[in-house]
């Protein structure tokens, strides 16, 4: 259990190392609030976004409010310090908000006694937001401070008793109430006198006489002391002593990061893991100084922004450590941190990047111009971290360490040479382009346990990523479940879109390809762990060419060949009963999705050879069924395939004829054009 421990620690220590060098490269000289700015809190469609800001008035005899307004550019969110909010149940207490309810409620009290906390009393920062918390704030019965519209002459001046009165619940449920009712009639207010509508305003601020109250420096203070934590000197939190991501001796380390985000998963902060299983003993399992923390916040803050992306409903961030300190600019880092996030963008979803080079003209060429060496790809590693985000806690689902920037390159080129293969087989189409997106259509989520079925999806991740192995039987599974909610519709409280009405099993065909080229890449990668034999497809009599090589390239023995005919002769079919006016084939319905052992496949083998006597297309495929009658009865005795690969197979046939037939007819439409 120990030896497990310092294991981890160490493991923990050596990732820090990485994330806090990349922060130390990305800070600026001078302010260090500077690198703490961030961009708007929601992105501008081309509208301009504006911060207001709740101007109160001290001078003179007169006291109330007025509003300004300021257009939203780099500049201004650096002057007036937006740097986010305290996230789960931190004090909210920062100047530049996106929500006007902490500035009508805790912040500028919570304000006042940090600065208390810091000694700060006799600063002029602390007179002043005294000054604002005694004349223009009210306690509710419960004791808390609300900023009082009656005070500032926006309403009448018992509007905050009204309020209380009004509301029902506990009094944390009431004081909450009350504060969203005292924000509302500012709001209401505010954007009148300036003529603006709630959307365009994404941020709130505080002034005093026009005085920008953030761009004070005491103000600063506070802010750093709340990301650095207790690591500030001082804090009741920090202690002299030997940092544990730098390795120096410091007059000021901390055990308490609760300013950190992500990175809090890799640091033992639960007191149930600390050394002597007390708060005291986080002291002897980990400590960091100032410095290393402000350069984590940095790392964080830069990959939230640049190095942050999804895959289906799955976020994950990208963090590069480097394997010997470099000799990089922060120009140059954020150049080379700018191509990464690309490059791993486009292996997330290839789509975007195709569509952002147009065409398919010279796509190869377009790719290795794409995937041209990076500098310092020889040199640094990454890290992926799959998360979820709520707004009071970021839940890590997996991490994937020591990734080289070669195997991002890698996995796109083998990418491209599967769809080139697709293409050559089935015909021209995007969809045989795999990517992380394309892989998580594939599986099959329920949305009522979304938790627990993420594993399925980051397993599959996870293994393409580190060169782990895949079970071939869970993604047959998945496969097979797949094609039953596209036979049944049951779409609900699934991840899977409902295609148009009518189109069901065309896309349900669609996806069967896409699962076996997805099991081709896997097998090219030597990552799939079972099921089919290597040995490929055996030459068949009275196989079209272009079938034969399908068959080849995706190593079907003759059990599976035989299935796959018997899919196909049963499009056959199902054509003949479209045609016939049935809108659901018939056919299908005799394929049992929740899978087939080989007594069941023996009667659908003989259900098929009666209906294409029925339809009177025997004679034009009686080539195919003696083929895989004569497969069937080679295996009899000992059936190698499970009920749900017997499913799969018969589907993949099935789809093949879909989708050759489709191939047919683009291919003749071309001929004719061509010969117009």
Not at 150 to 162: M, N, S, T, V
Request: aromatic share 10%.
């Amino acid at each position: 259990m120990v030896c497990c421990f310092k294991k981890k620690k160490q493991e923990v220590i050596v990732l820090l190392e990485a994330v806090a060098l990349v922060g130390r490269t990305l800070a600026r000289d001078g302010d260090p609030i500077e690198d703490l700015v961030l961009p708007p809190p929601r992105p501008s469609r081309g509208d301009k976004q504006y911060l207001v800001g709740l101007n109160f008035l001290m001078a003179g005899t007169k006291r109330g409010l007025s509003a300004d307004m300021v257009e939203i550019d780099p500049a201004v969110l650096s002057r007036y310090r937006w740097v986010g909010n305290n996230v789960g149940n931190r004090p909210q207490f920062f100047l530049t908000t996106d929500k006007l309810e902490y500035l009508a409620g805790p912040a500028l009290p919570n304000l006042l006694a940090a600065l208390q906390g810091m000694g700060r009393l006799e600063t002029g920062f602390h007179r002043k937001i005294a000054f604002l918390v005694e004349t223009y704030f009210s306690t509710l019965p419960d004791g808390t401070y609300v900023l009082d519209p009656g005070k500032i002459g926006l309403a009448e001046r018992d509007f905050l008793q009204h309020a209380w009165d009004g509301s029902s619940g506990k009094p944390r449920e009431r004081a909450k109430k009350v504060i969203q009712a005292a924000a509302g009639e500012l709001k209401r207010h505010l954007l009148a006198e300036l003529e603006l509508k709630t959307p365009e305003v994404v941020l709130w601020s505080v002034l005093l006489d026009g005085e920008i109250l953030a761009a004070d420096p005491s103000y600063a203070e506070v802010v750093l002391q709340s990301k650095e934590g207790a690591a500030a000197k001082g804090s009741k939190k920090s202690l002299p002593g030997v940092c544990s991501v730098c390795g120096l001796k410091k007059n000021s380390v901390t055990f308490d990061l609760a300013g950190l985000d992500f990175l809090k998963y890799y640091i033992t902060d639960k007191i149930g893991f600390a050394s002597g299983v007390s708060e005291q003993g986080f002291t002897r399992t980990f400590l960091i100084c100032a410095d290393c923390l402000r350069a984590l916040l940095l790392a964080e803050k830069y990959a939230r922004q640049h190095l942050n992306l999804r895959a289906g409903p799955v976020n994950f961030l990208v963090l590069p450590s480097f394997l010997i300190e470099q000799e990089i600019g922060r120009e140059e880092l954020e150049g080379w941190a700018a191509k990464l996030q690309a490059r791993v963008g486009a292996l997330s979803s290839l789509s975007g990047w195709l569509e952002s080079i147009g065409g398919r003209g010279g796509l190869e060429k377009e790719l290795e111009d794409f995937l041209l060496e990076l500098p310092y790809d020889n040199l640094a590693l990454l890290n992926f971290l799959f998360y979820q985000k709520s707004q009071s806690e970021f839940r890590v689902l997996a991490l994937v360490k020591d990734v080289a920037p070669s195997r991002i390159t890698h996995l796109l080129r083998h990418s491209y040479r599967v769809a080139t293969k697709g293409e050559a087989l089935l015909g021209a189409d995007r969809a045989w382009w795999l990517d992380l997106t394309r892989i998580y259509q594939l599986i099959p989520i329920s949305e009522g346990r979304r938790g627990v079925e993420h594993k399925k999806l980051l397993y599959i991740y996870e293994a393409l990523l580190d060169q782990r192995p895949v079970s071939y039987h869970f993604l047959v599974e998945q496969f097979v479940a797949l094609a039953a909610i596209y036979h049944t519709g049951g779409f609900t409280g699934t991840n899977i879109h409902p295609p148009a009405p009518g189109y069901e099993e065309l896309e349900m065909g669609h996806r069967m390809l896409q699962a076996n080229l997805l099991l081709m890449f896997l097998r090219e990668e030597q990552l799939l762990e079972g099921g089919m034999s290597l040995n490929g497809a055996p030459e068949l009599e009275g196989l079209s060419g272009e079938m034969q090589d399908y068959l080849r390239e995706m190593k079907y023995g003759e059990p599976a060949a035989a299935l796959f005919l018997l899919g196909y002769l049963m499009n056959q079919i199902g054509r003949r009963q479209a045609e016939a006016g049935y809108r659901q084939k018939p056919v299908l319905e005799k394929i049992n999705y929740a899978g087939m052992p080989w007594g069941k496949v023996m009667q659908l083998t003989n259900i098929v050879f009666s209906q294409l006597r029925q339809y009177d297309i025997l004679r034009y495929n009686e080539g195919l069924f003696a083929t895989m009658k004569r497969l069937l009865d080679a295996h009899r005795k000992k059936w190698p395939l499970s009920p749900q690969e017997n499913v799969f197979f018969i589907l993949s046939g099935y789809a093949y004829a879909s989708r050759a037939a489709i191939k047919a007819r683009e291919e003749n439409a071309s001929e004719n054009n061509a010969s117009a």
